[in-house]
């Protein structure tokens, strides 16, 4: 927003708690938000408290929530997500958090449907080798962690 009369601290705060109510928000989402508003750090830190107090953000919920959408959704590994939740500066602690929230036997089904998805999708593919790394870069690159991907590797 650039207009020439800053916000005050009050219409920032509300303009920062339907921001959070709208969807989860993370620390940094917010700060950035909030700078983009006008505001100063001291400002940011104190109205970044308030939010936190009232819960309208809570980084452990948070990185939950985007741990499940990104898995459900997306299909993404624990890596891939472990990741975009430390670009977003997730603590380590709510990343351990969202990340043992993700239902074992779900991952694991998930896994197995992509892996017969990617190995239907290279029934062309003449050369073993070549079939067997293209299905594992995929798995990779999608987050899941190489020793499961190893295992599902082994019984082809």
């Known amino acids: 927003m650039n207009n020439n009369k800053s ?5 920032a705060l509300q303009k920062a708690k339907q921001y959070c109510a709208y ?3 993370c620390h940094s989402e917010v700060k950035e938000k909030l700078y983009s508003l006008g505001m100063h750090k001291n400002e940011v830190d104190e109205l970044l408290s308030v939010l936190i107090c009232e819960n309208f953000l809570n980084e452990e919920r948070f990185a939950i929530q985007f741990a499940g ?3 459900r959704i997306k299909q993404w590994g624990r890596i891939k997500i ?3 939740l430390k670009y977003k500066q997730v603590s380590d602690y709510c990343i351990k958090k969202a990340l043992s929230s993700i239902n ?3 991952y694991r089904y998930t896994l197995q449907k992509l892996f017969d998805q990617k190995l239907k999708s290279l029934k062309a593919e003449k050369n073993i080798f070549i079939k ?6 995929h798995l990779i ?4 962690e190489t020793a499961l991907v190893q295992q599902l590797m082994n019984g082809l």
């Open 141 to 144: 690159q999608k987050g899941f």
């Open 7 to 11: 916000l005050t601290k009050e219409q």
């Open 23 to 25: 969807q989860e928000r």
């Open 104 to 106: 074992e036997p779900d």
């Open 69 to 71: 959408g990104k898995f």
């Open 132 to 137: 067997k790394r293209k299905l594992q870069d």
């Open 82 to 84: 472990k990741h975009a």
